[in-house]
């Protein structure tokens, strides 16, 4: 099967800094990339779609000037979380519908950000 | 997209078939079935889906009821790692920007 990576896949860092997670197609071409974020014990929430060359798409009450998402070739699509804080410590998941299919999406395997 | 229902938490004995149900009453007629897993402090991963007709693969059955109304995911025998969060999404096939959006799923418990 496909596989999306991501790293770093463990970031603390301190308050008021900025972080960027990379997420990765590694045997497939990805138009679409999707970011999501989840709490402890909650769902996943998505934040944004990127589509390849283009600006993201944020859903409702999500700020696109701290999570800016980059989505610069078809196997790469950044995350920063600027100027971080506590309440940003989360479980970010990126995700990648293969250029082939619309129906195929596979999920990398999280980020855990602790802010402290 | 047509919104889900599935109960917050099941157990199962491992080695027995898990069924785990999913109420999709709204779900229009080119919107399909989608069952994901989540295992702990991991990313989703691509169970099943399906249209109409019963569908199977490696990992598990989807059992559709015919007015689509909702639906039944079976793992035929669990085991311990298939403890996990099991979620069913109905969506549009197809589509460039079509997304995943995750309800709040059922814990799987299968118990040794």
């Known amino acids: 099967g496909a596989v999306v990576s991501q790293h770093p896949s463990r970031v603390i860092c301190k308050s008021g800094t900025s972080v960027k997670i990379e997420c990765r197609s590694l045997d497939f071409q990805a138009t679409t990339m999707f970011w999501y974020r989840q709490f402890p014990k909650k769902s996943l929430m998505l934040m944004a779609t990127?589509?390849?060359?283009?600006?993201?798409?944020?859903e409702q009450g999500v700020e696109k000037d701290k999570f800016l998402i980059n989505h610069a070739s078809l196997t790469l699509s950044t995350l920063t979380v600027t100027s971080a804080h506590p309440e940003d410590s989360s479980f970010y998941i990126c995700s990648a519908r293969a250029r082939r299919s619309y129906n195929e999406q596979f999920f990398g395997p999280g980020t855990r950000l602790t802010v402290l | 997209d047509a919104k889900t229902t599935q109960p917050t938490s099941m157990d199962c004995a491992e080695g027995r078939a898990a069924n785990l149900p999913c109420n999709h009453s709204?779900?229009?007629?080119?919107?399909?079935v989608y069952w994901y897993r989540q295992i702990h402090s991991q990313g989703p991963q691509y169970i099943i889906h399906g249209l109409k007709n019963n569908e199977t693969n490696e990992m598990a059955s989807l059992i559709i009821t015919e007015d689509r109304k909702s639906s039944t995911l079976i793992l035929p025998h669990a085991t311990l790692r298939d403890t996990a969060v099991y979620y069913c999404i109905v969506r549009v096939y197809g589509g460039a920007t079509n997304k995943l959006i995750f309800g709040t799923g059922t814990l799987l418990a299968v118990q040794p």
């Open positions: 709204t779900i229009s007629g080119n919107e399909y």
């Open positions: 990127s589509n390849e060359g283009s600006k993201a798409t944020y």
